[in-house]
Nanobody, 122 residues
């Protein structure tokens, strides 16, 4: 099993930045794709960004140009740098893992972290 722990959420004003971290254990990290998803109250969980085992990033249209995903295999960590934050980015952010290839589908990821709250005020 893969265990994932997110951190880095918080309260930020619109236009500000946050960096989320996802630390993995229990798997061969370099073989994993890691995705970031978010869920706002009364909304379905949606794809944000993902990075493959080969370090190829994929982004939702809503965050392209604002968010950047990266990984540090030596630290078993994936980061999500979030810039130019908007109130509509407010959600619980989750990281999740699957093997090798980054996809955009919630149901294609096997293991999930507990989530970290991001709140963007206007």
């Amino acid at each position: 099993q893969v265990q994932l722990v997110e951190s880095g959420g918080g309260l930020v004003q619109a236009g500000g930045s946050l960096r989320l971290s996802c630390v993995a254990s229990g798997g061969t990290f370099s073989s994993l794709a890691i995705g970031w998803f978010r869920q706002a109250p009364e909304k379905e969980r949606e794809f944000v960004a993902a990075i493959s085992y080969a370090r190829v990033g994929t982004y939702a249209d809503s965050v392209k140009g604002r968010f950047a995903i990266s990984r540090d295999n030596a630290k078993n960590t994936v980061y999500l740098q979030m810039n130019s934050l908007k109130p509509e980015d407010t959600a619980v952010y989750y990281c999740a893992s699957r093997w090798y290839i980054a996809t955009m589908a919630v149901d294609e990821y096997d293991y999930w972290g507990q989530g970290t709250q991001v709140t963007v005020s206007s």
